[in-house]
């Protein structure tokens, strides 16, 4: 829908630019927040009409948006290239649920990354458990091996490149192009690269999923996730958004709208700080691997300078000679990084991480604890000193 009717912009200017049509805005720059729930219509005649079309840029019920909406799912379908269309969604979580649920069936198998995202493993693991789906879980370095744990009854790929804990990079194309000679639908939770970094359907992908939470919105206020497809997918998609009653507010997506503005600084800047702590974290003494997926000792790093256009500001790093008290030390004597879920906003974060836990087709390796690290927008040299601080801390706990 937003994507013909354009010529291709940079990155930049799209975000800028994306889904501020004329009709939507009027005579201001941002589409204003309209609060609907019943749209009137002028004469029965204009109601029947309206029940006649299921599509964006027309007012029905407030359950199907307004141009608040419309406008933000416009602006992520233009920065997708291929993309049919995009549904918005509550949070991240929602979006993956939904989008799973618009392709799988009782009797269907699901694969799912080893290094998926926690909420992701249990939606599969129970909830479609329940609705009679099997889900089993692949080497996220499996590449088009994956076709070898094809049955005949698998019919999804829950992909998440780099994993969100874990940082390997898949090889999705490889995937992809397994899956389709199978007829196996692709979906790849792409919240850490964004098509920014990694345009998911021009590398195979049917679905890609981002928890607009972390990068969009970029503020660390306004729960959204979004789901883009291309036209093969895209009716199945909405139509189960719709049956399952998915709808965000007209609030929230003006929120996450004007935090898309600002995407490509943003980005740029995270990127930039995430890799100056991440090369000064490799030389610490106390640090053993770092897992960023632009170092060459990130699983997947090869695959990563193929076919990504950057790298965002998330990543994890070992405390070598550590263990679950010094790790505690190090992340309480930090005073820049709050302690806390979720990521992507302006604000630096650490986190202690725990992947052998969610591990069942894999094991997990590395032997020291492990720190995620969501470097914020602040100067990089001020958070290097804190975690100095930070390392400080964990020596003395490490000799006590
Ligand atoms: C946060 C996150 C999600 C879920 O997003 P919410 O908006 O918190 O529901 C999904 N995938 C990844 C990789 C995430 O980090």
Avoid at 89 to 117: C, F, K, W
Avoid at 118 to 140: E, I, Q, W
Avoid at 143 to 171: H, N, R, Y
Avoid at 284 to 296: I, K, M, T, W
């Amino acid at each position: 829908m937003a994507d013909s009717d354009n010529p291709k912009k940079a990155p930049a200017t799209q975000a800028v630019s994306g889904g501020r049509r004329k009709q939507w805005t009027e005579a201001v720059v941002n589409p204003p927040v309209w609060r609907a729930s019943t749209h009137l219509y002028d004469s029965v005649e204009d109601l029947k009409t309206g029940l006649k079309t299921n599509e964006d840029g027309r007012f029905f019920y407030g359950r199907r948006g307004s141009p608040t909406q419309w406008s933000l799912a416009d602006a992520l379908s233009e920065m997708e290239p291929g993309a049919a269309g995009t549904m918005l969604y509550p949070s991240g979580v929602a979006a993956i649920s939904s989008a799973l649920l618009s392709v799988l069936n009782p009797g269907d198998e699901v694969l799912l990354t080893d290094s998926s995202y926690d909420p992701s493993r249990s939606f599969a693991d129970a909830f479609l458990k329940r609705m009679g789906v099997t889900a089993h879980y692949y080497d996220p370095m499996i590449g088009g091996d994956i076709a070898e744990l094809f049955t005949d009854k698998t019919k999804a790929i829950l992909m998440e490149s780099p994993g969100s804990l874990t940082f390997e990079v898949q090889d999705i194309p490889a995937i992809c192009a397994a899956a389709k000679k199978a007829n196996i639908v692709t979906l790849l939770d792409n919240t850490w690269a964004t098509s920014r970094f990694f345009p998911a359907l021009e590398k195979g992908v049917d679905i890609s999923i981002i928890a607009a939470t972390k990068y969009i919105v970029g503020h660390s206020d306004v729960m959204m996730g979004a789901a883009t497809t291309h036209k093969k997918y895209w009716t199945k998609l909405r139509r189960t958004a719709q049956q399952l009653g998915q709808v965000v507010s007209p609030d929230d997506a003006y929120l996450t709208a004007r935090g898309l503005r600002t995407l490509e600084v943003r980005l740029k800047q995270h990127e930039a700080s995430a890799l100056t702590i991440a090369h000064w974290l490799k030389d610490r003494p106390e640090v053993g691997a770092v897992l960023h997926p632009a170092l060459p000792e990130c699983p997947g790093h090869e695959t990563w300078k193929r076919d990504f256009l950057g790298s965002s500001g998330l990543f994890s790093f070992e405390l070598s000679k550590g263990d679950e008290e010094t790790r505690a030390a190090f992340i309480d004597a930090l005073s820049m990084f709050g302690i806390g879920y979720s990521w992507g906003g302006f604000e630096s974060l650490a986190l202690p991480v725990d992947p052998a836990k969610y591990r069942t087709a894999t094991n997990w390796t590395l032997t020291g604890p492990l720190v995620r690290l969501n470097i914020g927008l602040e100067d990089p040299d001020d958070l290097m000193a804190d975690l100095a601080k930070g390392f400080e801390a964990y020596n003395k706990a490490q000799s006590c």
